[in-house]
């Protein structure tokens, strides 16, 4: 079976196990963290989520895909560091974070150099280190497929076809986004099969996510907890529903939980998603979608057997 980049090097797809598919140890606002450290709190991030890792692994997980890139802190030492203190198998993106807008440093140059730049922290190594990216992260959110959005996805595309490394999107189904997305991934003749477009389950839209799933992507079903978005109890009922009709095997659960998170104050965090953290998935949801019908196999296909089928082709 093919193998898997993690930070601790390659791993065999077979091996990943228990997967939280779409977790953060860390999002920053990567621009004020520069310009203003002492706003930060290095070691009690660090041990934030060398806890909120080890509170996952002792459910079971054994392997975490983290997707924070460019414009959300990424920090290929931490994660690493992270890694290595807790024994978990850490999977880390390349690709760029944005709703809208790029820094003049990639809005004045052509997509091929934003596709170099991927390609390289695939082939070579991340921030310097020799921690390979294993896939490919861009967004849609609200605002559309922007000028400067639309770079993003055909670089990621362009990456993906270059590298064969598969692509995972942030989307808002509101809009209609990931359909844009993969209607831009169609264009560029990227493999359906490699992408997932994140977010899916903000919506219950049932005939949304079918339209998606024909195009031929995953989706990720990856923001329990967020409640102020969409109640845990509607989320559950789309994946019931999703896996009644049979599409089990092209979806993913976890929680896009951050173990920090700088855009709102902690206590406001706390208040609007009590629930967004790294075990809520395991300790609550999963045992609700089972009582609700979800069998035992059907969590095993979305939590064990798809991640190494995305990220690695792997059957």
């Known amino acids: 079976m093919a193998d898997v980049e993690t930070t601790g090097g390659p791993v065999d797809a077979s091996q990943l196990g228990l ?8 999002t920053r606002s990567e621009s004020v963290a520069f310009a203003f450290p002492r706003l930060y709190d290095e070691k009690r991030e660090r ?4 806890d909120w890792v080890g509170q996952a692994m002792q459910r079971g997980v054994k392997t975490i895909c983290d997707p924070t890139v460019m414009e959300l802190g990424r920090d290929v030492r931490l994660q690493a560091d992270v ?32 596709v170099e730049q991927f390609v390289r922290d695939i082939e070579e190594g991340i921030q310097g280190t020799d921690v390979k990216a294993a896939f490919i992260k861009c967004c849609t959110d609200q605002q559309g497929v922007t000028e400067d959005v639309e770079k993003v996805l055909r670089a990621a595309a ?4 270059q590298t064969g490394r598969p692509i995972m999107t942030h989307s808002h189904p509101a809009s209609g986004a990931g359909i844009a997305q993969m209607g831009i991934f169609l264009e560029e003749e990227v493999d359906p ?36 978005l969409l109640p845990t109890e509607r989320r559950n009922a789309t994946v019931v529903e999703l896996c009644d009709r049979g599409y089990a095997d092209r979806m993913f ?28 998935l ?13 069998t035992d196999e059907q969590v095993k296909t979305m939590m064990e057997d798809n991640p190494p089928r995305w990220l690695a082709g792997a059957t």
């Open 282 to 294: 395991l300790d609550d949801v999963v045992p609700a979608l089972k009582e609700a019908g979800v």
């Open 19 to 26: 997967t939280l598919v779409h977790e953060h140890l860390r």
């Open 193 to 228: 099969g490699k992408v997932m477009i994140g977010h899916t389950g903000d919506t219950d839209s049932i005939h949304y996510i079918e339209t998606l799933l024909a195009m031929g992507p995953w989706i990720g079903m990856d923001r329990y907890g967020l409640d102020i």
């Open 253 to 280: 659960l976890s929680q896009d939980a951050c173990c920090t998170l700088d855009w709102y104050p902690p206590d406001l965090i706390q208040q609007a998603a009590p629930n967004w953290h790294m075990t809520y």
């Open 83 to 114: 890694a290595e203190e807790t024994g978990v198998q850490l999977v880390v993106a390349t690709g760029i974070y944005t709703y809208h807008y790029l820094p003049e440093h990639f809005k004045n140059r052509e997509i091929e150099y934003m």
């Open 47 to 50: 041990e934030r989520a060398v």
């Open 158 to 161: 362009r990456a993906s076809k």
